[in-house]
């Protein structure tokens, strides 16, 4: 079991940037797939993106793709979102979630509380 904790949200403008960070104080945290998705007010979570245990893979939704960047450094037990060229409908909370899997909710055991990330136009 892992417990994943997220920061590094706030408010940026369009076309700016912000890195999201994901991290575990338990050591196992290394041997998961973590996953990023986000909810915006009166959606429904949808993913984001995700990066593989030792980095083995990495997804990103349509939506982010050649926007968004994953990393992992298990030496730290974190995982970064780097987010670029932001836009108004990035604007959701971003959740951190560890688990085996890719792009599906279901794949994902252990959630974040979530993080505000806010583009204003």
């Known amino acids: 079991q892992v417990q994943p904790v997220e920061s590094g949200g706030g408010l940026v403008q369009a076309g700016g940037s912000l890195r999201l960070a994901c991290v575990a104080s338990?050591?196992?945290?290394?041997?998961?797939?973590i996953g990023w998705f986000r909810q915006a007010a009166g959606q429904e979570r949808e993913f984001v993106a995700s990066?593989?245990?030792?980095?083995?893979?990495?997804r990103f939704a349509d939506s982010v793709k050649g926007r968004f960047t994953i990393s992992r450094d298990d030496a730290k037990n974190t995982v970064y979102l780097q987010m670029n060229s932001l836009k108004p409908e990035d604007t959701a909370v971003y959740y951190c979630t560890a688990g085996h899997g890719t792009s599906h909710e279901r794949d994902y055991d252990y959630w974040g509380q979530g993080i505000q990330v806010t583009v204003s136009s």
């Open positions: 990066i593989g245990w030792a980095g083995k893979f990495t």
């Open positions: 338990e050591r196992t945290f290394v041997n998961y797939d």
